[in-house]
């Protein structure tokens, strides 16, 4: 079931859209491992896995992993990924 999502965190997805740059690939799959768990729809354990030649899955689905086996609720993900676009939005300038 997804989680519910504050209105922070929606206006943040809209925002990390709205850069000027694009982010690196590292902070690109900060903010997909952070999404996914904010959101957890589907759930990580019910999510499928990469097919053995989707490399660029296969790093969307470890990001995701890290954060999900640090333990992070659906909640601290959301916060964390408001916190990590308001970073993006001063190092990459914004269009808002």
Partial sequence: MPAQQSAEFKKAVEESRKLKAKPSDDELLQLYGL???GSQDPPFEDSPNPGMFD???KAKKGAWK???DEGVSAEDAQKRYV???E???EKHGFEG
């Fill in 35 to 37: 999404f996914k768990q």
């Fill in 55 to 57: 490399l660029k899955g």
């Fill in 66 to 68: 890290k954060i999900h």
């Fill in 83 to 85: 916190e990590l676009v």
């Fill in 87 to 89: 970073k993006l939005k």
